[in-house]
């Protein structure tokens, strides 16, 4: 059952629970994403962050609570939900023995297109990238990680989730990434990052932190910067790990 | 040894420890297989399956019939008056042998004879056919025998036979040894090729060569714990077949866990070779299966006696540690000797492990840098 | 299933394949090595066994027995002295395998009694050598002493009561490597199939690609016959070069049909790829998976009759062996090419093996999920 309004917000998290044992990862979250949104969701290295993408998108199972995304539920619409979401994790997870070409036209064909739409897509990519095609494993970091991204919008998702998508990534590089963020979003597409750069964070419309499984803080990065008083989204950051 | 090197070490060690799946079945292995070459493996032919084809029934078929049942070995699964049925029989494997009178057999026999009869026999498995044949051979010459119409004494030269070291031939005993040559490569050249080749395929290795440990330092702490689970598995072999099936250890137990762990280290040195030239996980364990394992099981001499192969392969498993290795460990365990007895095996395997370890610390070093 | 999206799954895991040049001549020298080798090395046939002879007697007729063994070609003498010790030392530091030791008295006991008494020791730490080589010995020597019973004492040669004619069907030669080969057959089938298949699913969890694929709307049944089909190819692509070197370089015979062969071998490999498959959903890494499948490989070939018969085997471990896949190829294989088997022969084991095949997949579909519990 969808929620009245479900169609403004692209995700929609209500008391998200995950248990590995007698540990909890994730502990009874809720929050809500608006579509066409880009949000940051932050948080230091075990506090929960990739077991809470992983159970949106479908990889893992919650324990309790529920979740919609693009208005469908994650435990019983599963596979209508893996239409509609995109993802790039931190591992960089494109096939490197396969060419930039080859790759797209994988992905197009699992998400249902034709060849004359994974043609033309393909080529607008490589235009708008700057790439001639080739072993994908030959890319530098930089540009295998733009290329994973657009091959995450290939079937323009309703979201796409992004994992610490700029990991390892040089200064410029990172501004293009999010530079195709930017685009991404202004077509539409509600896009879910996590980030360890603080400097990214405030490119977002709104940012959540994340400590030991719960959400301590949620807003744009202008009122945390209000609410808590200091410069950078970096000083909170330190200050709620520090807390914890 | 340095700090460095020692927490390296402890971290190799961790990571082996963590992962219990693969350490519970690696402690297993060995008494599975103790266990499984002790009971199963055995070739000693019983409950052969026998077509008898007796177009006339008379009293010496029967009586012939009757010595094949009475003995355990045979088992007549059915008698019938024409070979016509007893192809597809053979075919579909549901007999092992068919014993065919002639006509008129007992006729033929108080005449004189001589009296004819064919033991056709399945041969598509050679050793157990030859078997099988000396057997039914045994059986009609002793109711020959019985006959009494036995021509004058012959003469006979009886061979007393000793088999020295293990005089029934009890196959757990001689596979014991091949046994740990087996595991002892398993883990220490399979198992440290796949681990070196996986930090290299997941880029880890690089991080470990900005470290301050030198290349031989990495080597070590590598190999060095899964010298200890080698160490391990052969003990646990040793105790199960000792406990179990009563294998007889007559010479020094120091001396066999030395040459064991001079073996692991010709092992562990090709598996470090093998992780240098390779660069994907897959290909490491196919290139050390087709390096180790094969030859190790089936060119040492381990279930096929090396005598017994053609002189190209003769020369090819001189080069095959584990062939040395088996000659050491059957000495130690079942002759009993020592090393003035071995030292040229050993010799032979301590300057394997000095070529070896030198190419491989080497054709490791410009990987690196 | 959706065609579309196997189609380009199929695409990508080919692609893969014949990109990777290194593996790929693994795999297709790997059948040749496995035959050439190991159809010759696995043998129990004893060319010349090593003997040192202790002759007390000095007699025409010990000379007579040992010129016999030596005529032979199975024995050839490495050392010769009246001396115990000695004999001893040599086969304490393997330089001999046996000792012939004929007494004093050997002839005239002969010449006397009609019965003479020689002692033979084999070195037994090679057990099956010392075993094959004392039933040649035997034989030489019962073929010896009714040679000189003619003329030790020429009436005793009398005619036989009855005679026995032996027939070997099927391997009239006893050549141990037509028995061997369509067992390396099999055993190369398994491994292709097994270890290659769990190993190339753990190396998509290990890159992190597997996760990417699972968030995709990829019906399970798609993703596992795209992984499945592909290793099946090569597998029965080995099977054919395999066959190829059986049949032109070793002259196995090929008595059945080939038709057959390569029908069972396909129905085998559904349950070899099974299991593999049923191995990368338990495991992480591929080096567990190797291991894994390597362990289950060992266990299943040393159960299989691939080295020694089932029927030898303990009546609990042949009811093990019933659930051994690898036990009912080798023996469909073995039927069909060495004794001409056709379909209503190998009815029992190829039924068999489909009621296995269809549970492993089953359970292996069933144990790989998209989304973890």
């Not at chain 2, 290909?283 to 017994?308: E, K, Q």
Request: glycine residues 6%; charged residues 15%.
């Amino acid at each position: 059952m969808t929620e009245p309004g479900a169609r403004e917000r692209a995700i929609v998290v209500r008391d998200l629970t995950r248990r590995f044992g007698s540990f909890t990862a994730v502990d009874n979250v809720s929050f809500d994403v608006g579509a066409g949104e880009v949000f940051g969701f932050l948080g230091a290295n075990g506090a929960g962050k990739t077991t809470a993408i992983k159970m949106l998108i479908g990889l893992l199972a919650p324990t309790s609570g529920s979740a919609h995304v693009a208005g469908l539920d994650i435990a019983t619409q599963t596979e209508q939900v893996r239409r509609r979401i995109g993802y790039m994790s931190q591992r960089f997870s494109l096939y490197e023995d396969l060419t930039v070409l080859e790759n797209i036209a994988l992905y197009g064909g699992i998400y249902g297109l034709d060849d004359a739409q994974i043609a033309a897509r393909a080529s607008r990519m490589l235009k708008t990238l700057g790439l001639t095609n080739q072993l994908v494993g030959r890319l530098p970091l930089g540009w295998k990680q733009k290329l994973a991204f657009s091959v995450a919008l290939l079937h323009e998702p309703a979201v796409v989730f992004l994992d610490e998508p700029t990991g390892g990534v040089d200064p410029i590089t990172r501004r293009q990434f999010w530079e195709l963020i930017y685009a991404a979003a202004a077509r539409g597409t509600t896009v879910f990052v996590t980030t360890h750069y603080m400097d990214e964070a405030e490119y977002c419309d709104r940012i959540s932190i994340m400590v030991d499984g719960h959400i301590v803080t949620l807003g744009t990065p202008k009122e945390l910067k209000t609410k808590w008083n200091v410069g950078t989204v970096d000083e909170i950051f330190v200050r709620l790990a520090r807390a914890s | 040894m340095s700090s460095t090197l020692l927490a390296f070490i402890i971290k190799e060690l961790r990571h082996i420890l963590r992962d219990k799946q693969t350490l519970t079945i690696l402690l297993m292995m060995p008494l599975v297989q103790v266990i499984l070459f002790g009971y199963a493996l055995r070739s000693d032919v019983r409950d052969v399956r026998l077509v008898v084809i007796d177009p006339s029934p008379d009293y010496a078929t029967l009586a012939l019939r009757a010595r094949f049942t009475a003995g355990h070995r045979f088992k007549i699964i059915a008698v019938t008056p024409t070979i016509q049925s007893v192809e597809p029989l053979f075919r579909r494997g549901a007999i092992d042998v068919a014993l065919e009178f002639e006509p008129d057999f007992a006729m033929h026999l108080q005449s004189g004879g001589p009296a004819r009869v064919m033991l056709a026999v399945d041969a598509s498995d050679p050793n157990t056919a030859t078997t099988m044949q000396t057997y039914a051979r045994a059986v009609i010459t002793g109711y020959e025998t019985e006959l009494g119409s036995r021509r004058p004494q012959t003469v006979r030269i009886l061979p007393e036979v000793r088999m020295r070291f293990n005089p029934t031939l009890e196959s757990v005993n001689l596979f014991i040894p091949g046994l740990i040559a087996l595991v002892l490569t398993l883990v220490s050249a399979l198992m440290t090729a796949i681990s070196l080749s996986r930090e290299k395929e997941r880029g880890t290795l690089e991080i470990l060569l900005v470290s301050p440990l030198r290349p031989w330092q990495i080597i070590v702490g590598k190999v060095l714990p899964y010298l200890g689970l080698a160490f391990a598995n052969v003990i646990t072999a040793l105790l199960a077949a000792w406990l179990i099936f009563h294998v007889p250890f007559r010479g020094s137990l120091i001396l066999l866990l030395f040459e064991s762990i001079l073996y692991s280290m010709v092992s562990l040195s090709i598996g470090v070779l093998v992780a240098s030239v390779t660069t994907s996980q897959r290909v490491a364990m196919l290139i050390a299966l087709l390096a180790t394992m094969l030859p190790s099981s089936l060119l040492s001499g381990m279930v096929f006696p090396t005598a017994s192969m053609p002189k190209f392969l003769q020369i090819v498993s001189n080069i095959v540690p584990a062939r040395w290795f088996i000659v050491i460990a059957r000495g130690i365990m079942l002759k009993g000797v020592g090393l003035q007895y071995l030292w040229r095996e050993t010799l032979v395997l301590a300057l394997m492990t000095l070529v070896l370890m030198t190419i491989a610390v080497r054709a490791f070093k410009p990987r690196m840098s | 299933m959706n065609l579309r999206i196997l189609k380009v799954l199929l695409r990508k895991e080919y692609l893969q394949i014949f990109r990777d040049k290194v593996m790929l001549r693994q795999m297709i020298l790997m059948p040749f090595v496995q035959l050439v080798v190991l159809s010759s090395a696995a043998t129990f046939e004893v060319k010349t066994a090593r003997l040192y002879l202790v002759d007390r007697d000095h007699t025409d007729a010990s000379r007579g027995l040992v010129d016999h063994l030596i005529a032979s070609r199975r024995f050839g003498v490495v050392g010769a002295s009246a001396s115990s010790d000695l004999a001893n030392q040599s086969i304490l530091n393997r330089s001999a395998g046996m000792i012939l030791t004929i007494p004093h008295g050997f002839e005239n006991d002969i010449v006397r009694t009609g019965i003479g008494g020689l002692q033979i020791i084999f070195n037994a730490e090679d057990g099956a050598l010392a075993g094959v080589t004392n039933s040649y010995a035997q034989q030489i020597i019962a073929a010896y002493s009714r040679d000189i019973s003619a003329s030790v004492k020429p009436m005793a040669a009398g005619a036989q009561a009855i005679d026995i004619r032996t027939r070997g069907w099927y391997n009239a030669e006893l050549d141990y490597r037509d028995y061997m080969v369509p067992g390396i057959l099999v055993q190369l089938l398994t491994l292709v199939g097994t270890l290659l298949t769990a190993m190339n699913i753990v190396r998509e969890k290990e890159l992190g690609t597997l996760d990417q694929l699972n968030v995709t709307p990829i019906p399970r049944s798609a993703f596992i016959a795209a992984k499945l089909i592909p290793l099946w190819t090569i597998a029965m692509g080995m099977l054919s070069i395999g066959l190829i070197v059986a049949g032109l370089v070793f002259h196995v015979p090929m008595r059945g049909s080939l038709v057959l062969v390569f029908f069972s071998a396909a129905v085998y490999l559904v349950v070899a790829l099974g299991i593999g498959l049923y191995v990368s959903t338990l495991v992480d890494t591929q080096q567990q998976a190797m291991f894994i499948s390597f362990f289950l490989i060992l266990v299943y070939l040393l159960m299989s009759g691939l080295f020694t018969p089932v029927r030898s085997m303990p009546t609990w471990a042949q009811w093990l062996a019933e659930m051994n896949p690898v036990k009912h190829i080798i023996g469909i294989m073995r039927a069909i090419l060495l004794k001409g088997a056709n379909m209503v022969d190998i009815a029992r084991p190829l039924m068999i093996l489909t009621v296995m095949g269809v549970l492993i997949l089953t359970l292996a579909v069933r144990q790989y999920a998209k989304t973890s519990r």
